[in-house]
């Protein structure tokens, strides 16, 4: 029997998952959890949070949703493990082994270092310059073959590569090197018209939201700004709401939303009706499990699947140990 290809993925515990989340990530996530020839371990990154220093109730409350929200996107906890970051205490202790090998200047000069100390330059914690640390600890941990990733994830990708082959090149070849899982990009807007639908800048809407929910943020949403009234042509290609359908919406749709766009042939707020209805379809599945979770439900997935993401990093820790004279 082949052995199966062990793929790692952690997200932040910070705010519920959007649509952009869903269609970039976690439904493929659901997808590979049911997928025989993978050993699929799925994490909610707590730890990573610490370093915006959140309220620590809202940060619980944070962690249990984002699973909710993931086993609510059709990930199997049978089949796959899904985990709090915290919950996995020999990821911090590889943590820390793994920061006497790596080079301060090369951490000072990450990218994803400058930019979250210059977005919180009130806090520029240590956490914010080990980041990539814990990264790495995450991933080479549990030996993972495949870590799906974006673009602005490369870069930590990277470093947990150089890690390990700095680590193995001093204490032999003990530490498997990573290999990126990529797919193309999705890139959905937000609804701000800034750039993509962020969780942090709270510019999307929740998977398990309901359609009144949905609306609330849809009605209001950017739309293209040369629109002033409804007789207006306007441009789909710049519009948030446009480029939205393209992810959702039939064929069919999408060509009548984008010619009445051009022509003016159909307003802003129509559009937005329509691309309620095919959001709410689309979602609807995800609804109905979200719904069916309890927290009992939620906590005794997060169990089960730390106790089996401890032991598949426990004997990775303990090579370590050994290699490096504990």
């Not at 990530?25 to 371990?41: G, I, N, P, Q, V």
């Not at 086993?71 to 996995?88: K, Y």
């Not at 990093?313 to 140990?321: E, F, M, S, Y």
């Amino acid at each position: 029997m082949t052995e199966r290809k062990v793929v790692l993925s952690l997200v932040r515990a910070t705010g519920r998952l959007h649509l952009g989340n869903y269609l970039g990530a976690a439904r493929d996530f659901a997808e590979l959890s049911r997928d025989e020839t993978k050993e699929c371990y799925f994490g909610v990154a707590d730890l990573h949070a610490l370093t915006t220093l959140p309220d620590p109730q809202e940060l619980a409350a944070s962690s249990r949703a984002v699973a909710r929200d993931y086993l609510a996107a059709g990930i199997d906890p049978e089949r796959a493990s899904l985990f709090l970051q915290s919950a996995v205490p020999e990821t911090s202790e590889l943590f820390w082994l793994l920061t006497n090998v790596t080079a301060a200047g090369e951490l000072q000069r990450s990218k994803t270092f400058k930019e979250m100390s210059a977005k919180q330059a009130d806090n520029v914690n240590a956490g914010l310059l080990n980041y990539p640390i814990l990264m790495a600890a995450d991933i080479l941990g549990p030996e993972a073959d495949l870590v799906p990733v974006g673009e602005d994830q490369l870069a930590h990708l990277e470093m947990a590569r150089n890690i390990a082959q700095r680590f193995n090149h001093r204490y032999g070849e003990l530490l498997k090197t990573p290999e990126g899982y990529r797919k193309k990009a999705i890139r959905i807007p937000g609804l701000d018209g800034k750039g993509k639908m962020s969780k942090s800048d709270g510019n999307g809407f929740g998977i398990a939201d309901s359609p009144e929910d949905i609306w609330k943020v849809l009605q209001p949403a950017y739309t293209d700004p040369a629109r002033k009234r409804r007789t207006d042509p306007g441009n789909p290609e710049i519009c948030p709401i446009g480029q939205i359908h393209r992810f959702v919406s039939p064929p069919a749709d999408v060509e009548t939303i984008e010619t009445g766009c051009r022509t003016a042939g159909i307003g802003c707020v129509d559009c937005k009706k329509i691309l309620l209805g095919n959001v709410t379809e689309l979602l609807a599945p995800v609804r109905e499990r979200a719904q069916a979770l309890d927290d009992a439900a939620v906590d005794d997935a997060l169990r089960q699947g730390a106790a089996r993401a401890r032991k598949r990093i426990q004997p990775t820790l303990a090579k370590v140990r050994k290699a490096m004279g504990l």
